[in-house]
């Protein structure tokens, strides 16, 4: 790999603490001191040669590294919607932008109260309309929190969560990080629409970085949801990217007729820890199985089609069968509950909503979408810890059972062990 | 306007306040038109033909006294036509008429002496009239005129006036003393008349100075305030502003500072004679209750000229604000030129795009705002499925169904989250290797168990026993171990199995032969005897 000069002549140590650096980058895409993994940043500015070679050259990312701080800047990630801020409504991404823009002219401290004065007289100068009703408060504390999260602003005394307490916050504002938060072409489009997909737009090599960025960031990456150049390039490469992806970034790949799934060994390049114990994920595992018995896959992609209707039942039959396993919320809010999975199973790409003329849509209608199941959703062989609780029909075994198995869940429900 | 601030105004204007409650808010109706009367004043700026407007105007404060007949003013009017100041068409006659009369309805003309010479009698039945400004017409044109004058960029601080104010106010001093002196020794002889109007004009100059230093230091501001409030720096705006900075700026407070105390001290000395002082200035008997004094003629001119350069408790002074002021502007200017030369923090420019950003979040339903947040901003993280799979699990003809597939345990005893995540171990957790191995164990174990009883039971009769071939096996074992451990091949020797706690013992014995026969053949020992001790629990044990 010459385009990676600088990694190949370091030494094994420095290689390894390069792809633990590269990792944290990815998963963290601003790190900065303080934060969770900001004691990797002297190691970070060490390697930061290395690091923006493997970057520019793999991905096509930029990487700006400094001593209190790293940024990787991101290309979007096109049409997913699940890889926002779960907290923030539109209101509040408003508010977020409207304070950014005010941040820019203010300094390096400001009262809270002039802030929020300030930011409204941008949402005036903006256009978008200001009412100062408690919802409208409480997106605007959101947008302070999710920054002060990110570490631009701080509270040097009070707090942002106080707004209506007569004690006055003084921010303090990290005027090097607030330079580094916009990263996507907002200038240059005319649009919203135009934003995501030029965002989204790789440089010059464009086919490989599109690909292996996507490798990189996204759950599964199936090859019918390519276009017919990057297909082609995945589907030559797929082998040299393996081993490429484990080098430089720890990641093993599964590569099936379909597509393929990038997994991390050691369960931390992720946001999105699944299989997991919560309630949601557990639910979602355990009825995989279950949902991809529901319909036959289509010839195009290996998608299985499920309804809404599938995902409750299977839901209900979960909660019916292990009573004591779920939380009380979710045993009381079935419906919620089923959301609840869909979403999730959304996130991690194994689920997609496809609106009546067949393009995968973020819509919330649920009834009115069609749902189907990403082959990859065979990958995983969940094996509940008891039996169902009797008077119910057991679950039927799951798909492909290798026969060896047998011999273990036997002696497994026998108790031997 | 509330009533206290009314009682005040009429107190100052020397009225004597006896009229009634109800009177005194319909006074303060009065007053808002009386306002709104003036504010009609500024009309003609907003009007249509207000290049008209301003043409006319202007003849009229262009000279002292101007007194105008509407030939006149066409005249004038037709030589701005031809050098294209006003629309074709307006220095025509009825229209000059008609914008006359309307300025005189605004308020800004008022007719002037009715002219009883015309030239024609057209011009009689037309245009008798003649106008004049207003008093107040003619401020408003004045500033109308600076406003359209005043360049866009920072106004220069007449910082020299500074100097000037403090000696002028020394010589204030120094007048009001010897003004004094005269008064009283003669007053009302010339001397005396003499040094007060010595004392008026260095009062009349000291507040004319200091009104232009306020107003230019309060225009600068003004830019300075729009100036650092603004994020499209060009880069000569930048450079512009290191000068700006680093001198100007320093230069005024410097200069305003150093002055500040001599002007203060003097300030203070002049408070308490101040009495006097506006007494000797005098008061303006020959013009009448309605007239606008000059300044410096009111105790509340030297109090606002005080507050400027003194502190009074609750209540900074000018000079407090402009040093406050212009550590702020500082701190700012020094914030845009740092983001705009070091290449790092927010681009001011960016303050555009991002308010544009902020109208799409808003306008965008929820899915549609975590797409463009994804895409502005790149801040989310990569995202991977759990467990990976093994190294060998690239199989790119077979699709995910029939492909290995990753177990997972998943916990649903209680909603604790005991071992519901990630794989499950290949070694320590392989369940199918693990039970082959113990069966193979216990299987070994058994026979060996079996085996060892056998040789137990054989005991003495150990000669006339047949014994199996597992039997045979073990005590060959044993034989071995206790043959190794003598010294010599005529010593005794014994071993013993631990766990069966089977001890078998060999002795020489000359002529002794031991023949131990088995269905894998007979072993024949030498001059030897073979003792097999055994308990007969054990074997029950063993095979558990």
Redesign the interface.
């Known amino acids: 790999m010459s385009a990676t000069k600088a990694f190949d002549e370091l030494s094994s140590i420095d290689a390894s603490n390069v792809v633990r650096c590269a990792r944290a980058l990815?998963?963290?895409?601003?790190l900065r001191e303080g934060a969770p993994d900001g004691d990797l940043l002297p190691m970070i500015y060490r390697q930061r040669a290395a690091l923006h070679e493997v970057f520019s050259s793999l991905l096509g990312y930029r990487l700006?590294v400094?001593r209190r701080f790293a940024r990787?800047?991101?290309?979007?990630?096109?049409?997913?919607?699940?890889?926002?801020?779960p907290g923030?409504?539109?209101?509040g991404?408003?508010?977020?932008?409207?304070t950014?823009?005010t941040?820019?002219?203010i300094?390096?401290q400001v009262l809270l109260s002039r802030l929020v004065i300030d930011v409204r007289a941008?949402?005036v100068?903006?256009?978008?309309?200001v009412v100062d009703d408690p919802a409208d408060r409480r997106a605007l504390t959101a947008a302070l929190r999710h920054l002060v999260a990110?570490g631009v602003i701080s509270e040097t005394e009070g707090t942002v969560t106080a707004t209506d307490s007569t004690a006055e916050a003084l921010i303090t504002i990290d005027?090097?990080l607030?330079?580094?938060?916009?990263?996507?072409p907002?200038?240059t489009s005319a649009?919203?629409a135009e934003?995501?997909e030029s965002?989204?737009q790789a440089g010059p090599r464009s086919v490989e970085h599109v690909v292996r960025r996507r490798l990189?960031?996204?759950?599964?990456v199936l090859y019918a949801d390519l276009p017919a150049e990057q297909r082609e390039w995945l589907l030559k490469n797929?082998?040299v990217e393996?081993r490429l992806l484990e080098r430089f970034f720890g990641?093993?790949?599964?590569?099936?007729?379909?597509g393929v799934?990038?997994?991390?060994?050691e369960?931390y390049?992720?946001?999105?820890?699944?299989?997991?114990?919560?309630?949601v994920?557990?639910v979602a595992?355990?009825a995989l199985p279950r949902l991809?018995e529901c319909g036959e896959?289509r010839e195009s992609d290996?998608r299985h089609p499920v309804t809404w209707d599938d995902l409750t039942e299977v839901c209900g039959e979960l909660i019916e069968?292990?009573p004591?396993?779920?939380?009380r919320q979710a045993t009381e809010e079935p419906a919620e509950l089923v959301r609840s999975v869909a979403d999730l199973l959304r996130?991690?790409?194994?689920l997609r909503g496809e609106a009546a003329d067949g393009t995968a849509t973020?819509?919330?209608d649920h009834g009115e979408l069609t749902w189907w199941l990403s082959?990859?959703?065979?990958?995983?062989?969940?094996?509940?810890?008891?039996t169902p609780v009797p008077g119910r029909e057991p679950e039927p075994a799951p798909?492909?059972e290798?026969p060896?198995?047998s011999?273990?869940d036997d002696?497994?429900e026998d108790g031997s062990? | 306007m509330t009533a206290p601030d009314h009682e005040a105004d009429v107190l100052r204007a020397g009225v004597a306040g006896t009229e009634a409650e109800s009177a005194s808010s319909a006074q303060a109706l009065d007053d808002v038109r009386a306002d709104q009367q003036r504010l009609r004043l500024f009309a003609y700026l907003s009007a249509r033909e207000h290049r008209t407007y301003l043409a006319i105007m202007r003849l009229f404060t262009s000279t002292l006294l101007a007194d105008l007949s509407i030939g006149e003013v066409t005249a004038a009017l037709a030589a701005a036509e031809r050098e294209g100041r006003i629309d074709p068409g307006e220095s025509e006659l009825d229209t000059v008429v008609e914008r006359l009369k309307q300025l005189r309805l605004w308020g800004n003309l008022v007719l002037g002496r009715r002219e009883t010479i015309a030239a024609s009698i057209a011009e009689f039945q037309h245009g008798s009239v003649r106008y004049q400004v207003s008093k107040l017409a003619v401020r408003v044109q004045r500033d109308v005129d600076a406003l359209l004058r005043v360049p866009e960029g920072a106004r220069e601080v007449s910082r020299e006036l500074l100097p000037a104010i403090e000696r002028g106010l020394g010589e204030i001093g120094s007048a009001l003393s010897a003004a004094v002196a005269a008064e009283s020794a003669e007053p009302g002889s010339k001397r005396a008349r003499r040094t007060r109007e010595r004392l008026a004009e260095h009062v009349t100059t000291v507040f004319l100075q200091h009104a232009e230093l306020a107003a230019t230091v309060r225009d600068f501001y003004a830019y300075l305030g729009e100036v650092?409030?603004?994020?499209h720096l060009a880069p000569d705006e930048i450079s512009g502003f290191r000068n700006l900075l680093v001198e100007y700026i320093q230069m005024v407070v410097e200069d305003v500072l150093r002055h500040t105390e001599t002007i203060a001290g003097s300030l203070a000395g002049l408070a308490g004679v101040r009495g006097e002082l506006i007494r000797l200035l005098g008061p303006a008997d020959q013009l009448g209750t309605e007239v606008e004094r000059a300044r410096g003629r009111t105790a509340a001119d030297w109090q606002e000229l005080t507050d400027w350069f003194v502190d009074a408790p609750g209540r900074p002074s000018q000079v407090a604000a402009l040093r406050e002021a212009t550590a702020r502007a500082i701190?700012?200017l020094l914030?845009?030129v740092k983001?705009a030369t070091s290449g790092?923090?927010?681009?001011?420019?960016?303050?555009?795009?991002?308010?544009?950003?902020?109208?799409?979040?808003?306008?965008?339903?929820?899915?549609?705002?975590?797409?463009?947040?994804?895409?502005?901003?790149?801040?989310?993280?990569?995202?991977?499925?759990?467990?990976?799979?093994d190294?060998d699990?690239?199989?790119?003809?077979?699709?995910?169904?029939?492909?290995p597939?990753?177990?997972?345990?998943?916990?649903?005893?209680?909603?604790g989250?005991r071992?519901?995540?990630?794989r499950t171990s290949r070694v320590l957790d392989d369940?199918?290797t693990e039970?082959s191995l113990l069966a193979e164990a216990r299987e070994e174990d058994a026979r060996r168990g079996a085996a060892v009883a056998e040789l137990a039971s054989a005991g003495d009769r150990l000669a006339d026993t047949r014994l199996s071939g597992e039997a045979l096996s073990v005590l060959c074992e044993l034989l071995t171990l206790a043959m190794a451990q003598r010294d010599s091949s005529d010593d005794p020797g014994s071993a013993l199995d631990p766990v069966h706690r089977l001890r078998v013992t060999i002795r020489p014995e000359a002529g002794t032969h031991t023949r131990i026969s088995s269905s894998a053949g007979t072993l024949t020992l030498t001059d030897a005897v073979l003792d097999v001790h055994g308990d007969g629990a054990i074997p029950a044990e063993a095979t558990r």
Not at chain 2, 228 to 231: L, N, Q
């Open positions: 990815l998963r963290r895409p601003l700006v400094e990787l800047y991101k290309a979007g990630p096109g049409a997913d919607a699940t890889r926002g801020e923030l409504t539109p209101r991404y408003a508010y977020l932008a409207l950014l823009a941040l820019t002219g300094g390096r941008a949402a100068e903006a256009g978008v309309p990110l005027t090097d607030l330079g580094q938060l916009p990263a996507g907002i200038g649009g919203p934003l995501v965002a989204a990189v960031e996204d759950p599964v797929f082998g393996s990641l093993v790949t599964e590569v099936r007729s379909e799934v990038v997994s991390d060994p369960d390049l992720t946001d999105t820890l699944f299989p997991g114990t919560g309630t994920a557990r595992l355990l991809l896959p290996g069968s292990y004591a396993a779920w939380s996130r991690l790409g194994v973020t819509g919330e082959p990859a959703a065979h990958r995983w062989l969940p094996e509940p810890d008891a798909a492909p290798p060896g198995l011999l273990f002696l497994e062990r | 650092v409030t603004r994020h701190g700012s914030a845009s983001r790092s923090g927010l681009l001011p420019g960016r303050r555009g795009e991002l308010l544009k950003l902020a109208r799409w979040f808003d306008e965008a339903e929820p899915p549609e705002a975590h797409r463009i947040y994804a895409a502005a901003f790149g801040l989310y993280s990569a995202r991977h499925l759990l467990p990976a799979p190294y699990s690239d199989n790119h003809d077979v699709p995910w169904r029939d492909g597939v990753q177990d997972v345990t998943v916990s649903v005893r209680s909603r989250d071992g519901a995540r990630g369940p199918m039970e």
